[in-house]
């Protein structure tokens, strides 16, 4: 017959060694400092601390700053003149005005729409000099003059880039909407884990699994909004669909592109204050609490609810 030991690598080395299992684990306990409560909190404290210095310090730390290394402008060898400003990088959009414009749209072949647009007019705000400032502005109108000569002679009405704009941003609202009400149906399958794992258990045990089914829910968004999205989402880039920018553009890589842990946007701070990247955090996270309930079930009548509230925040 199969033995246990076989199974498990520790039973393995206690075979080799000659020595009981109950031996074994009291030379590891008694190297740890005991069994008592005290003494699993402490070292439980450890490990707690040694996991988060690992994840907030030290991966962050080293990812961040080698994509800083490779994305500074201002680095040696960018090309950025001395005292010139640096281009700066994908603004997030937090209210949506500015998600979606003409580059959102496209034919049923996925061919983008082409309308003559001039850019955004010159401010002399953002200008050192006043030169400067009537030369682009100069430009500006030039390429205003183009656009709406371009627009005359192709046939397409002067106001295309505008109108362009328009269907972008509503190609991108609509994608969202739908984002969301494909969100919601899958929240409500919280309402059937639940039914069905209070129908599996005894009498006495149903408001207990049935809480679990209620707080699952919080516990889970509060891990995936502190760092559970930034670890699978912090080196995505953009969420394309979505019309956003490329706010999300920190992760942890091996080598070119083998791409490991995302490191930025925890507690979706910074750039990750964007409207894209809000509806892609709550389509996640509506999957993610869902597949946090399974367990739930798996383990109703088997644990304590002090047990489920750690594994709820971990999972």
């Known amino acids: 017959m199969w033995d246990r030991g076989s199974f498990c690598p520790l039973g393995g080395i206690m075979e080799g060694l000659n020595m009981p299992r109950s031996k074994v684990l009291q030379v590891l306990a008694k190297s740890l400092g005991g069994t008592d409560r005290g003494t699993v909190r402490r070292w439980a404290f450890i490990w707690l601390v040694l996991v988060g210095a690992g994840w907030f310090g030290f991966i962050p730390m080293t990812g961040c700053a080698t ?3 490779s994305t500074d402008p201002t680095a040696a060898g960018a090309g950025v003149a001395p005292g010139a400003t640096a281009p700066q990088g994908p603004k997030n959009d937090p209210n949506g005005t500015a998600t979606g414009s003409a580059g959102d749209v496209v034919d049923a072949g996925g061919t983008a729409l082409v309308a003559p647009d001039p850019g955004k007019k010159p401010v002399k ?3 050192k000099t006043d030169a400067e400032f009537q030369a682009a502005l100069a430009k500006f109108k030039q390429a205003d003059m183009d656009a709406y000569q371009s627009g005359l002679e192709s046939g397409r009405e002067p106001f295309a880039a ?10 991108v609202a609509i994608n969202m909407m739908w984002t969301l009400v494909t969100g919601f149906l899958v929240m409500f399958m919280q309402a059937g884990f639940a039914m069905v794992e209070t129908g599996l258990t005894r009498a006495k045990n149903v408001s207990h699994t049935m809480a679990m089914n209620f707080l699952i829910y919080p516990l889970g968004m509060i891990g995936f909004y502190v760092c ?3 670890f699978m989402f912090g080196g995505l880039g953009s969420a394309s669909t979505m019309g956003g920018a490329a706010v999300m553009d920190g992760s942890w890589k091996i080598g070119d592109g083998w791409q490991i842990l995302g490191t ?7 750039n990750f204050y964007d409207v894209s990247v809000f509806a892609l955090f709550f389509f996640q ?3 993610m609490d869902t597949t946090a309930t399974i367990p739930t079930g798996g383990a109703a009548e088997r644990w304590k609810f002090s047990a489920f509230m750690i594994y709820g925040c971990c999972i």
């Open 67 to 69: 994509q800083k290394a």
């Open 162 to 171: 505008k109108l362009a704009n328009a269907v972008g941003h509503n190609r």
């Open 264 to 270: 930025k946007g925890f507690f979706l701070s910074g």
């Open 285 to 287: 996270m509506v999957f």
């Open 125 to 127: 705000a953002d200008f």
């Open 228 to 230: 559970g999205f930034a």
